[in-house]
C-alpha cells in the first residue's frame, strides 16, 4: 500500500508570509494532484504534476514534482486570508486515489 | 453547473436507526466515489464505482452498502447507524480512475 505523509499538519502564518508545505510517498507514483477543501466544502482540485521534475504556477502558488517522483511541494507567497484550508494531495491508482492527511493552513490578517 | 450534489447537508441519527444519503451527478462521469472525512484523518474511500450495475469496496466499506442503477445517481446506505459512523461524507465523481475529482459540498452525520 502506498503511502502519502504530509507536512506539516497545521500551519498558522501571518498575511504577507510565504510558506511551503509537503507531501512524500513510500514509493514513485505517476502522477499527483493537489486539492484545496476550503471550511464547510468539498475539496476542489488546484492541480495535477505528472512529470519528474515539472513545476506549475497557479498565480501566487508554486507546484513542484519531485526528480524521483516521490515527493511534491506546494509554495505559497504572500499568503492570504483567503488560502485558508485545507491543502490535500493525492495519488492515482487503477480506479481510485489514495489521499494524504492534509496540511491546515490558517493565514490571518 | 450543477456537478455533484449531496443531500441531506446534515442529519442526526440515534444509534440503530437506517438513512440513506443521496449523491447525483450531472457531467455524464463514469466513476464515482464515497469518502468519509474525520478530524486529522483525511478522506478514507468507502466504495466506489467505475460504471453503472457496478461497485466495490474501498478502504473502509464495513456498515455501509451501495447501489449504482444509474450514471448519475451513487447512494450511500447505513443499515444500523453507530457512533462510529459520525462524520462528514463526500461523494465524489470523476471522468476515469486517475481523472480530477469533482466533490459535492458533504453530507455532515451525526449518530447519537
Known amino acids: 500500500t502506498q503511502l502519502l505523509e504530509q507536512s506539516p499538519q497545521f500551519l498558522s502564518i501571518q498575511e504577507g508570509e510565504n510558506l511551503t508545505v509537503y507531501c512524500n510517498s513510500s514509493s514513485v507514483f505517476s502522477s499527483l494532484q493537489w486539492y484545496r477543501q476550503e471550511p464547510g466544502e468539498g475539496p476542489v482540485l488546484l492541480v495535477t504534476v505528472v512529470t519528474g521534475g515539472e513545476v506549475k504556477k497557479l498565480k501566487r502558488l508554486t507546484f513542484q514534482f519531485g526528480d524521483a517522483r516521490k515527493d511534491s511541494s506546494l509554495h505559497i507567497t504572500a499568503a492570504q486570508p483567503g488560502d485558508t484550508g485545507l491543502y490535500l494531495c493525492?495519488?492515482?491508482?487503477?480506479?481510485?486515489?489514495?489521499f494524504g492527511k492534509g496540511t491546515m493552513l490558517l493565514v490571518s490578517p | 453547473n450543477a456537478g455533484v450534489t449531496q443531500t441531506p447537508k446534515f442529519r442526526i441519527l440515534k444509534i440503530g436507526q437506517s438513512m440513506t444519503l443521496q449523491c447525483t451527478q450531472d457531467?455524464?462521469?463514469?466513476?464515482m466515489y464515497w469518502y468519509r472525512q474525520d478530524p486529522g484523518m483525511g478522506l478514507k474511500l468507502i466504495y466506489y464505482s467505475v460504471g453503472a450495475g457496478i461497485t466495490d469496496k474501498g478502504e473502509v466499506p464495513n456498515g455501509y452498502n451501495v447501489s449504482r442503477s444509474t450514471t448519475e445517481d451513487f447512494p450511500l446506505r447505513l443499515e444500523l447507524a453507530a457512533p462510529s459512523q459520525t462524520s462528514v461524507y463526500f461523494c465524489?465523481?470523476?471522468?476515469?480512475?486517475?481523472?480530477?475529482?469533482?466533490f459535492g459540498n458533504g453530507t455532515r452525520l451525526t449518530v447519537t
Open positions: 457531467m455524464n462521469h463514469n466513476y
Open positions: 465524489a465523481s470523476s471522468l476515469s480512475g486517475n481523472s480530477p475529482l469533482h
Open positions: 493525492a495519488i492515482g491508482g487503477y480506479s481510485t486515489l489514495t
